[in-house]
């Protein structure tokens, strides 16, 4: 990913903060004609899994992405807040419209998990994140149901060898022009937009 020193992120407590908050991402593989193919999944993210974490995911059996694992390294995309910025919120003109966000790209390579007592687990864990204590259990439903569902998925895991973080967010303008666009986004109807503001820094340039 193309990062300026500017708007690079190496921290990786803050790239782990984005890929929980952002947890549906984008798996991205080379295929055999090496031409990339890619699949919207949700991923479990165990931080301490290794030096940079480890990423948990499945995606369905039928799917022919899980046959690249062994082909070459992955990457998982990870997209957070973003919006657009217009001109007419900079202090000083003239200006482009232009866009700020905050993104993680995850590398590694993907091992493919056998054990179907891991495999429940990891089910296990996924919906109860979402489920909470008194919601839809994994177990609630019959044994032979649940061993039928995951003969149809290929559960895996990607220990991270490297992570990318970017966060755009005006840091290479002005302090007044940083001042203008985070008081006009926090003025927007958009939550998302309203979240970017939140974001950009303060008066120190970067």
Known sequence: MYRPSHFSVEDAATCHDLIEGNEFGLLVTTGPDDAPFGTHLPFILDRQAGPNG???AHMARANPQWRDFGRAPVLAVFSGP??????????TSPNVPTWNYA???AYGTPQV???ATEVSALMRRLSSGYEGAEGWQYDSTPESYRAGMQKGIVA???PIER???KWKMSQNRTPEDRAAVRAGLAASDDAMARTV???IPGDERD
């Open 54 to 56: 480890t990423l948990l």
């Open 103 to 105: 993104v993680v790209h």
């Open 156 to 158: 895996f895991r990607i």
């Open 197 to 199: 503001g939140g974001m």
């Open 113 to 115: 998990i056998g054990d």
């Open 163 to 165: 992570l990318e973080g």
């Open 82 to 91: 973003h919006t657009y910025v217009s001109p007419t919120l900079y202090a």
